[in-house]
Every structure is written in C-alpha cells, then in structure tokens.
C-alpha cells in the first residue's frame, strides 16, 4: 500500500515568517501534486510535479519534487494570512492508476 | 464553465436510513473519484470510475456502500443502512485523467444520529 505522510501535522507560525512543509512516501511516484484546502470547499490544486529534483515556484512558494521522486517539499516565504489553510500532498502512480493524499499539514498565519 | 457539483450541501439523517449523494462532473473528464475526508483519516479514496467503468473500489468501508455511475455526467454514493461513524464530508472529484489534476466539488457534509 502506497503512503504519503506530511510533517509537520500543524503549523502556527506569524506573519513574515518562513516555513516548510514535508511530503514523505517508502514509494515512488511518477508525479506529485499540492493541494490547498479552505474550510468548506475542496482541494484545489497548487502545483504539479513530474520530474525527479525538479523545482517549481509560485510566487512566495516554492515545491521541489525529491531526485528519487518518494517525497516532496513545500516552502513558503513570508507567509501572510492569505496562505492559512490546509495543504495536502497527493501522488500519482501510474502502476496503480489513482492519486493518493497525504494526511494534510494545517496551516495558520497569525497577523 | 460550471465545475463539479455535489448534492445535497448537508445532509443529517438517523441510523439505519438510506443516504444517497450525487455528482455531476465536468463535462469532458474522463475520471471520477469519491473521496471521503474526516479529522481522523483525512482524504480517503473510496471508488474511482473512468469512462463510468469502476476500476477500483478498494477504499469502499464495507457493503453498505455502493457507488454507481451510469452515464459520463452523474455519479451516486449510496449507504444503506447508515451509521453514526458515516458522518464525513463526501467529496466528489473529476479529471481529464486517472493520474491529472483533480477538479473537486464543494462536498456534501452527511451526519448520522
């Protein structure tokens, strides 16, 4: 069975600090998605990425995908209270043909 | 362009009466997914279509759920009896793809008394 698992679980931290967060799997998987979800709504995709060490930036943040393509990162850089939410990793397998999610890691900006 | 729509919004209703949840996926996307998200398990995968053809419904808890899809543009989830360790957000997801980007509706919020 494919897992994911993020660290940290919950994060509180003040505006115009930095953070990271982590995705983790045994397993590798042949893309990785971010994910950000508000209260009441769905997941709604940030990013996707599909190659090995690849990084990719959005504005304040930026996601790397691991080399070995089982774990991913995703940095945010002075945060704001607009970032407050949950995020969640989800990866891809195409042996499988489905998309996992990770446990999720909330995130709270305080002003 | 309308995204994925979930009826009904909330739901509650009492043990051991049926729950039916509904989906109408974006036109065009190949994939549907059922998900079910609590604070303890987080996003669960329970069944997943493509070209309305289940291929894997693994994550589905036990037989009183049953997931069905009989044309491209709408999906149910039914549980029958429901049980108070039901209650969740039901959300619905479709995609172009079985491994793209996964377009989610808003959910359907079920609690069981």
């Known amino acids: 069975t494919q897992l994911l698992e993020q660290s940290p679980q919950f994060l509180s931290i003040q505006e115009g600090e930095n953070l990271t967060v982590y995705c983790n799997s045994s397993?590798?998987?042949?893309?990785l998605q971010w994910y950000r979800q508000e209260p009441g709504e769905g997941p709604v995709l940030l990013v996707t990425?599909?190659?090995?060490?690849e990084v990719k930036k959005l504005k304040r943040l930026t996601f790397q995908f691991g080399d070995a393509r089982k774990d991913s990162s995703l940095h945010i850089t002075a945060a704001q209270p607009g970032d407050t939410g949950l995020y969640l990793c989800?990866?891809?397998?195409?042996?499988?043909?489905?998309?996992?999610f990770g446990s999720g890691t909330r995130l709270s900006i305080r002003p | 362009d309308a995204g994925v729509i979930q009826s009904p919004r909330h739901e509650v209703t009492e043990m051991g009466q049926e729950v039916t949840l509904r989906c109408k996926p974006i036109?065009?996307?190949?994939?549907l997914f059922w998900y079910r998200q609590t604070m303890m398990r987080g996003l669960e995968l329970l069944i997943y279509?493509?070209?309305?053809?289940?291929?894997?419904d693994s994550g589905m808890p036990e037989d009183r759920f049953s997931a069905k899809m009989p044309n491209a543009s709408f999906s149910t989830l039914k549980i029958q009896p429901s049980e108070p360790r039901d209650s969740a957000v039901y959300f619905c997801?479709?995609?172009?793809?079985?491994?793209?980007?996964?377009?989610f509706g808003e959910g359907s919020r079920l609690t069981v008394l």
């Open positions: 997801a479709s995609s172009p793809s079985l491994t793209g980007e996964l377009f």
């Open positions: 397993s590798v998987f042949s893309s």
């Open positions: 990425v599909v190659t090995g060490g």
């Open positions: 989800a990866g891809g397998s195409s042996s499988a043909s489905k998309i996992i």
């Open positions: 036109s065009g996307h190949n994939s």
């Open positions: 279509f493509n070209n309305n053809v289940p291929i894997d």
